[in-house]
């Protein structure tokens, strides 16, 4: 009865013809967008919101109307908004101006008070009626709160925390001992004629752990092999016949010779014999080759070239402009860590760009034309050990006085010929990729790619690639853990094993030319597990500009659960890899974690252009208890899932904007243009940085469309940086630099190097325009972003 009696009493008071000045709020009424996502947080805005305005008519009956804009702004000003839990779109939590969650306020509590009303006054029981309305509406507000926040998490506990927990329960699964065995499980393959049985072996154990629609992607290519005897060295004067590793040539070693003497060898190189003089051209940069042409007729002669400092490719061009006919190429022991005995090993190189040489940036399908390109270069190129080199000089054993080490050299008024026989067959074979998709649960079109690669006939690097293949297959493992319990991530994650890495990156590149349409438009990122394990004294880690700041997070984060940290290594460089493709002709933002030797990273750069043969006891020898190779897994793991599964991408737009600045500082001429064009470029970047904050204070702003279309941005935002003018094996992504100790653009240094021996400086004046446009298009592009955001703002508004 008593509550038949107090709403008796209310339903009079509302017939008394005063207008309710409260109005529900639903899905229908909410700004567009945000229905899909009303869940029971909202029910409890609603019922605080109900609760206010029931006060607020039993205290001003007069109140006609409630204003909606003033309903949001104090909606915003009491954060109320953060009870949206937008699952499918959890901000990122990067200090420099990704989105950033707003936190409700704990212990929220509303006081209410009466005042007497102001016109038309009730008797003595209508006052009792109201009273008891007031009291048992206040009573049921509190209820519907406490159930509903009771079953509704607060933002302030979700969203990042919760990925979090997710994250570590995914990666705690994974352990060094799993991967120990599937190391070893794969180097009991090694002996393989070809990849095909890996490539089975990997395919089966991939759809075993569950991931989905494994499949092998074929290719018939062009390989360029080793001929059925070992390439040979002789010297002229006394007739001696070295084998690359310095062995004598004898009929016995001929007939025996290891798979380590046969391939010793530069794929696609020229093959044929040559006898000249050896000239000692060093690292063969432009500076040593302008000091040997003014002493030296170069015509067909063959250089001594060190290997480092500068890309292969580019080097050997040199040679070739300089009218050098051959190249006996190696590594100086000075420029290894004092650990790596290699004077005596042998090495492969290719001179191979990328892909399949027969199909020149398109994809080797069935029907594609096939050009007759058994060799990519003039020259006769070998590969020769250390040890060959000092025997060929003349050079003393012991190099190392006083604890420093002296570099190969042959003295200049001395002169050596040699005849040079380089021997290889190139043949039509099938190369084999495995890839293997985990389709995204909100954005299925948005990939994000993890490659590893897999042994290909006698592959260089020994058994590395059985670590890069472990690793992999212990990722996914962890994850279809996971998956099998109900989770996806937001994107695809797309995990492939190449085939053909160590002849030119043919796999990746050839399925990227295939499909690249498709990937242009929708590959995020690309993490790459490319030899992981080189060392074991320091985590190296290369990454994109745009995701330097993550990766610098994630290895700040490593390095704090463990006893000795050394300072943080992140940088820009160009890497050995099938990376190739996706950084240069995508414009693809990339990471890859690697340990490395310090005295490796102190020492001159692309010396991992060279393979050798090593044996997996090498392997297990740097990381006996695979604790780096879990490291490895675990910190690439993060990354993967934080880029697959955060509702916006966690790159750094401001830092693309900063790495162009720093990289046009220093003593350059001609650059003032740049810097202009630049400082435009950083206020750009510094306004969509901070327009990436509008979504987390504004509630119209989490619609999905808006967070795809800053997505979309985001992801696109290196390939502004993709030129076509540049020398051989240079990177076209410009943000790349060849080593650590040059932070300027490398185009801009090599033409720079390049005109000092010229009278004119065109060469300078292209790379500056190559330069020049990249940061323009850039600039353009940020700022064509900020205009569609404001477009879409001024449409709602």
Not at 44 to 61: F, G, H, I, N, V
Not at 555 to 583: K, L, M, W
Not at 594 to 610: M, R
Request: proline share 5%; net charge negative; glycine share 6%.
């Amino acid at each position: 009865m008593l509550l038949l009696s107090v709403f008796d009493c209310t339903w009079d008071l509302i017939c008394r013809g005063k207008k309710m000045a409260y109005q529900k709020v639903n899905a229908d009424q909410r700004a567009p967008g945000h229905s899909q996502y009303l869940d029971n947080d909202d029910l409890q805005a609603t019922a605080l919101d109900l609760e206010w305005d029931m006060e607020k008519e039993l205290e001003e009956p007069g109140f006609d109307q409630f204003r909606l804009d003033s309903a949001e702004n104090q909606n915003l000003e009491n954060s109320e908004t953060a009870d949206l839990n937008l699952d499918s779109i959890q901000p990122a939590t990067s200090p420099k101006g990704r989105f950033q969650r707003l936190q409700e306020e704990s212990d929220y509590v509303a006081h209410y008070t009466r005042s007497a009303p102001k016109s038309n006054p009730c008797n003595f029981c209508c006052l009792s009626k109201m009273l008891c309305t007031a009291i048992i509406l206040f009573i049921f507000g509190i209820l519907i709160g406490y159930y509903a926040r009771k079953n509704c998490p607060s933002n302030a506990s979700s969203s990042g925390t919760l990925d979090l927990q997710l994250y570590q329960e995914i990666l705690k699964t994974i352990q060094a001992e799993d991967i120990k065995n599937s190391f070893r499980s794969f180097v009991q393959l090694y002996k393989s004629e070809d990849d095909t049985e890996i490539s089975k072996k990997i395919k089966t154990q991939w759809t075993s752990l569950g991931l989905e629609d494994v499949q092998f992607v074929n290719y018939s290519v062009l390989l360029n092999l080793p001929g059925p005897s070992p390439s040979s060295v002789t010297l002229s004067s006394s007739g001696q016949c070295f084998h690359p590793n310095g062995q004598p040539c004898s009929e016995e070693a001929r007939k025996h010779s290891s798979q380590d003497l046969i391939y010793s060898y530069a794929a696609y190189s020229a093959k044929g014999a040559l006898e000249a003089e050896v000239i000692d051209v060093s690292y063969g940069n432009a500076d040593d080759l302008k000091r040997i042409k003014k002493m030296k007729n170069t015509t067909n002669q063959i250089a001594f070239l060190k290997l480092g400092k500068l890309p292969l490719l580019y080097k050997l061009s040199l040679l070739e402009k300089a009218g050098f006919g051959g190249v006996l190429l190696y590594i100086d022991p000075c420029d290894l860590p004092k650990t790596a005995n290699l004077s005596h090993d042998t090495f492969m190189v290719s001179l191979n760009p990328g892909g399949d040489p027969s199909t020149p940036g398109y994809p080797s399908v069935d029907g594609s034309f096939r050009q007759n390109r058994s060799n990519l270069t003039s020259l006769l190129v070998q590969p020769i050990s250390a040890s060959l080199v000092a025997k060929l000089m003349s050079s003393p054993k012991d190099r190392t006085k006083n604890g420093v080490c002296s570099p190969l050299e042959l003295p200049n008024n001395e002169e050596r010929m040699v005849n040079l026989q380089v021997q290889t067959v190139t043949k039509f074979k099938t190369v084999t990729n495995v890839v293997g998709y985990l389709k995204g649960l909100t954005s299925p079109d948005r990939y994000v790619i993890v490659g590893s690669h897999h042994h290909t006939a006698h592959s260089y690097n020994g058994q590395e690639w059985a670590s890069s293949t472990a690793i992999i297959t212990a990722f996914i493992q962890a994850l279809m853990l996971r998956v099998k319990r109900g989770w996806r991530p937001d994107r695809t994650i797309v995990f492939c094993s190449w085939g053909g890495t160590a002849f030119g990156n043919i796999g990746s590149y050839e399925w990227g030319e295939e499909f690249k349409k498709v990937l242009q438009r929708n590959v995020v990122a690309y993490v790459s597990l490319h030899s992981p394990i080189r060392g074991n004294a320091s985590l190296y880690s290369v990454a994109s500009p745009s995701l330097q700041q993550l990766v610098a997070e994630k290895n700040n984060f490593n390095c704090s659960r463990r006893s000795q940290c050394p300072e943080t290594n992140v940088s820009s460089v160009q890497i050995q890899g099938d990376a190739d493709y996706f950084i240069n002709h995508l414009g693809v933002p990339t990471v890859q974690f690697a340990y490395e030797d310090i005295k490796a990273l102190e020492g001159p750069s692309f010396l991992s252009e060279a393979l050798f043969l090593k044996h997996a006891t090498k392997i297990e020898e740097m990381d006996p208890f695979f604790n780096l190779h879990e490291t490895i897994t675990k910190l690439s793991g993060e990354v993967i899932l934080q880029i697959a599964n955060e509702p916006v991408l966690p790159f750094n737009a401001l830092d693309i904007a900063l790495e162009v600045q720093n990289n046009l500082k220093g003593d350059q001429p001609n650059t003032h243009q740049l810097l202009a064009l630049a400082s435009r470029l950083r206020e750009s970047a510094e306004l969509f940085q901070s327009d990436e904050m509008r979504p987390a204070n504004d509630p119209k702003e989490r619609a999905p469309i808006r967070v795809r279309m800053l997505n979309d941005i985001l992801q696109d935002m290196e390939k502004s940086f993709l030129v076509q003018r540049l020398p051989p094996g240079f990177y076209r992504n410009i943000l790349y630099h060849l080593d650590e100790k040059k932070s300027q653009f490398s185009i801009l240094l090599e033409a720079s190097e390049h005109c000092k021996s010229l009278p004119s400086n065109e060469t300078l004046q292209e790379a500056l325009s190559e330069v020049l446009n990249s940061i323009n298009s850039a600039q353009v592009y940020f700022k064509a972003g900020l205009d569609v955001f404001e477009s879409v703002l001024v449409g709602k508004n």
